[in-house]
């Protein structure tokens, strides 16, 4: 009994021990990290002319000169991370002078030699200065680096790093390969990564659309979106035709946004494929579009003969506010047959939606809405008699 007891007490003084000196080195390092700051600090103001000369001599053609003086190890990566910050900052020349002020400092080689030696998370740290730096020489290491580790939040700075530096559009493939290769939904993410390189859009971003790999390819979508690239018009179109259908109907609503002034043009040819998907893809699209434009095209499409494609249709048509409402409207007094069964279908689907709706702008909407359908139907109720059969069948095919 009295053993046990000396052991626990002896376990007790240990486990106090050890957390005596955690402490102690926690505090240790908070001292060493504050002394630090205030070198930094201190630094700064000392080399505060020299930043001075370099911001102000950018625009001339003359070589940058190095800092005078023998540097201590703190000084000189204080002096690169604020090369990488201006070059981060700045674009062209300016940039370009910046990047080759790396490479006469010695930056550069200092962190490839880090990068082949160092502890992964240092390696992780290296890889970050090296993107600022847009070391392209650094590209074959860090894509070794990328392909030989697990997953992991650490992987998104080195495919950053290997974007910024990357002077050839296969680099950026491989490296999306590589990041896709652990089967996560970060296509946006990387998306986002992709924008970081200096590359040329016009033939970076078609190769990612034209990839093989439908990761890719959604990246590719992802990068596209928001953007006037006139490159990938023709990658987009053939996506259009492509049997996945998450990347077609991306296609089609790319294809079709990306130059508003040709949607309608570009709308018509795609209604004229003879697979029902794209065009099931194109009328959903040009009610996301929401364009007035579009209201004849999407009236002509309820006689399609896809019941898909009509029920799409009716539901693009609410979708473009009160002109498209009335175009529906039109088509239920109107129209005949299939095309005035699909109006028939949404009108009603439409207002039962309406009267859920408490916000004071949908009440309004919904009121517009019920004045259109009084002025051409009265008081009398659209609802149909029949049911889906009305439609041409299951329009969920």
Not at 135 to 159: D, F
Not at 206 to 212: F, I, S, Y
Not at 295 to 317: F, M, N, Q
Not at 325 to 331: G, I, M, P
Request: glycine share 6%.
């Amino acid at each position: 009994m009295i053993a046990h007891l000396t052991l626990a007490y002896v376990f007790i003084y240990i486990c106090l021990g050890l957390i005596g000196i955690g402490i102690i080195l926690l505090f240790q390092m908070k001292l060493a990290h504050n002394r630090e700051l205030r070198n930094i600090d201190r630094y700064e103001k000392k080399h505060r002319d020299y930043f001075v000369y370099i911001q102000s001599h950018l625009e001339e053609d003359a070589v940058l000169q190095l800092p005078l003086g023998k540097l201590t190890k703190l000084e000189r990566r204080m002096i690169q991370l604020k090369y990488i910050e201006w070059i981060e900052a700045f674009k062209g020349d300016h940039r370009r002078k910046l990047i080759q002020l790396c490479h006469d400092s010695g930056f550069v080689q200092e962190d490839l030699k880090l990068l082949r030696r160092a502890s992964y998370g240092k390696r992780v740290e290296v890889a970050y200065r090296l993107g600022g730096m847009r070391a392209g020489e650094a590209v074959p290491e860090l894509l070794h680096l990328m392909q030989r580790r697990k997953y992991n939040p650490l992987m998104i700075v080195i495919a950053r790093a290997i974007a910024k530096s990357s002077q050839q559009p296969k680099d950026v493939l491989h490296m999306l390969r590589s990041l896709l290769s652990h089967n996560k939904p970060i296509h946006a993410l990387a998306a986002d990564i992709v924008t970081e390189s200096s590359l040329d859009s016009g033939i970076l971003y078609p190769m990612l659309l034209e990839d093989a790999d439908p990761g890719i390819v959604q990246v590719g979508m992802a990068v596209t979106r928001g953007r006037t690239v006139p490159e990938v018009m023709p990658a987009l179109k053939r996506l259009t035709g492509t049997k996945k259908q998450s990347l077609r109907e991306e296609a089609v609503q790319l294809y079709l946004g990306t130059y508003p002034a040709l949607h309608q043009d570009a709308a018509i040819r795609l209604m004229k494929d003879s697979s029902w998907e794209v065009r099931a893809a194109t009328v959903r699209s040009l009610g996301m579009l929401g364009v007035e434009d579009s209201i004849d095209l999407l009236t002509e499409a309820l006689r399609d003969s896809s019941s898909k494609v009509r029920y799409l249709s009716a539901e693009s048509l609410s979708a473009i506010g009160e002109s498209g409402f009335e175009a529906l409207c039109r088509v239920a007094r109107n129209g005949k047959g299939l095309q005035r069964d699909a109006a028939l279908e949404r009108i009603e689907i439409v207002l039962a939606q309406e009267t859920e709706h408490s916000a004071l702008e949908h009440m309004v909407a919904y009121n517009k809405k019920r004045l259109l359908h009084t002025r051409y139907f009265g008081n009398k109720s659209t609802q149909r008699i029949v049911g889906k059969k009305a439609l041409g069948g299951d329009y969920t095919a």
